[in-house]
């Protein structure tokens, strides 16, 4: 007993008083004693295959993402909440299914989608003692409906938690292609303003389908507008050459913020909460000149490789500020893959025997399997011990886990704690989740996965990928159908009722009598 008060009174003085000579770092020690450093990072189409530990072809090496896998925790069974980016994002960052907001792929010039009154994984961090910043991809809306571009644009992610906001607004593919910083559009030239529409062109401005002799990509379906760096876009622009940014220098750009951002935070006097939204392997696939051809598999392998690169240069920063057994990185993905998504760049041609399913059905837009199963990997050098896990996990958790990691007893409507599992304490992890495509949903419980009866197309045709819509209920045996082959639902009708009735509640929809 006289041991633990001993080390108590150690820690108060730690924490109370000055640094001595004979104490180096005592800022440093302190925080070791308190709160680590978070980094989460998140790529953007990512198909749970698409890495070397789950399954990807060996010509697509992935040696950097496979070190953080087999040196932490390689979720099995990890999820985004969506099979698209903006309601995944959205669920991240609330805590919050996005169904219950109608979340949607949003337009570049949408308003915010966050209410800056809700309570936000970054906000929970600031209050936690905790720097934040986002560098890289939002696509949550920014502003208001009639938002000036040439000014500061007002809310953002500075107004929902994060102190530093470096990003684009919406994809690599949508208008406006600039960098925002903290509201203000970088390098902007007052003389040369911006004008965004997503309605309709601007007098004179060469399109993707009114003059394709301009384009250095062509277009496959919808990227038919603004001609920007040769590659038609979503959505029309006018005006800010000087902001505009370069599509093959994306990677390096924001790799240089993000290791800015660590090296000015990794010994300061608070812990930093870093989201690293990575653009890869979202369209138009851009690979710097240094990977074009390293993978064999064109530019989504490319891309890939690329990203694979910049998690070994995030991980050698990190080394060299010696803050590697301070800082726990969670890494993920915001929905399934997809190969031809309006661009021409010979993903489905040259994909040989690699599949970015890992043997899952679906993909983006799926309410398959693979359209929400994705990559979800969690490393703390010397807190986490090396394992795989089949725990179930989703990105809504990161909410009610991080608040029990630093102390904070705020909470997110539909986040649940599952830290242990995070840090491997556990081979336990939700019980179950909703999973949300196009606003359509199923319900995960255990082995199991029900679908409801839809109505819709059964393929995307444009994006050949099974969309999971069905006359008919589905329920499949995750454990040991994982490519949904079989549907079990007739000859189960006891567990469907039960399941559905779940559902319902969950969903807040009362329960009627099923025949």
Partial sequence: MKRVIFYIGVVYLLLN??????????????????????IFVYFDDLGFGDIGVNGADKNLKTPHLDALALGGINFKNGYATSATCTPSRYAAFTGQYPWRKNAQ???????????????????????????????????LGLGTNDKDWNKSIYPGPNEVGFDLSYILAATQDRVPTVYIEDGNVVNLDPND???????????????????PELTSMKWHHGHNASIINGIPRIGYMKGGKSATWSDIDMA?????KVKSFIVENANGEKPFFLTY?????????????????KSGMGPRGDVIIEADWCIGELMKTIRQQGIEENTLIILSSDNG?????????????????????????????SLFDAGAHVPFITYWKGKIQPSTSDALVCQVDLFA??????????KAQDSENVMDAFLGKSSEGRESLILEASTKTSYRKGDYVLI????????????????GNSPEMALYNLKLDPSQTKNIAEDNPELVKTLYNEYLIKRGIQPKNMK
Wanted: one cysteine or more.
């Fill in 337 to 365: 893959p997809v190969l031809n998504d309006g661009y021409y760049d010979e993903a489905v041609e040259l994909l040989g025997e690699h599949d970015p399913n890992g043997g899952l059905r679906g993909g983006k837009y």
């Fill in 452 to 467: 409801p009866a839809y109505k819709g197309k059964k393929v995307n045709k444009k994006v050949n990928i099974e969309l």
């Fill in 193 to 211: 303003p911006i004008e965004i529409n997503y309605k309709e062109n601007f007098d004179g401005q060469p399109t993707g389908k009114s003059h």
């Fill in 252 to 256: 390096d750009h924001f790799l240089a």
């Fill in 105 to 139: 792929i949003l337009p570049g010039s949408a308003p915010m989608l966050i209410d800056t009154t809700q309570v936000t994984l970054p906000k929970m961090l600031q209050s936690a003692g905790y720097t934040t910043g986002i560098i890289g991809k939002w696509h």
């Fill in 401 to 410: 886990s991080l608040a029990d990691l630093v102390g904070s007893h705020q």
């Fill in 277 to 293: 939204t990575m653009q890869q392997p979202h369209v138009p696939r851009t690979p710097h000149p240094r990977f074009i051809g």
């Fill in 17 to 38: 008083t000055g640094c001595t000579k004979t104490i180096t770092s005592c800022t440093q020690q302190n925080k070791e004693l308190l709160k680590p450093n978070i």
